[in-house]
């Protein structure tokens, strides 16, 4: 009996990881929102800032060096990539595979039918909130716009997994 516990006991961490990966996915998402840049309005910038432009940093206003500029434009800054969503998607994708395993063992072990209305119904939430979760690891780990969206998706599958969650809680005993 003592697997029964440890299994258990896995089945709740699984769950717990998988709502740490989902708000996870949901704070990319809305950090992705703020990350966007203005672009500059065309003609913005007079040619008296851009002759001020170096005497506003603290150096001397001098002609630019040729070399100096072929130098810059040939360094091209590569974007830096954060692997924090790739390592949400994949704690995600584990707890979605590992919960309907662990949870099917744990009613094997416990003798309990799977035709039981509160198991139904779990199961019947945790696929769209399967589904959410990984349309929301596909979006922030392709860095897709639409953060609404985004946002929608997780919303949307944190109520599936709370609702399950709850389902699980108050199953009779």
Not at 116 to 127: A, I, P, R, V
């Amino acid at each position: 009996m003592e697997y029964f516990a440890l299994l258990k006991m896995l089945h709740g961490v699984a769950g717990v990881l998988l709502f740490v990966a989902f708000f996870a996915l949901a704070g990319l998402c809305w950090r992705s929102r703020t990350r966007t840049v203005a672009a500059p309005e065309a003609g913005g910038e007079t040619e008296m800032d851009a002759a001020l432009a170096p005497v506003a940093q603290g150096l001397a206003p001098t002609d630019p060096d040729p070399a100096q500029e072929a130098w810059e434009a040939s360094a091209v800054e590569a974007p830096r990539t954060s692997p924090w969503p790739a390592l949400c998607a994949v704690l995600l994708l584990l707890c979605l595979a590992g919960l309907p395993a662990s949870g099917w063992w744990l009613a094997h072990l416990a003798a309990r039918p799977l035709g039981q209305l509160w198991l139904l119904g779990s199961s019947l939430l945790f696929l769209p909130g399967s589904l959410c979760g990984l349309w929301l690891a596909s979006r922030v780990a392709g860095r897709k716009p639409g953060v609404w969206l985004g946002l929608g998706l997780a919303v949307v599958g944190l109520l599936c997994f709370a609702a399950s969650l709850g389902l699980m809680v108050a199953k009779p005993v």
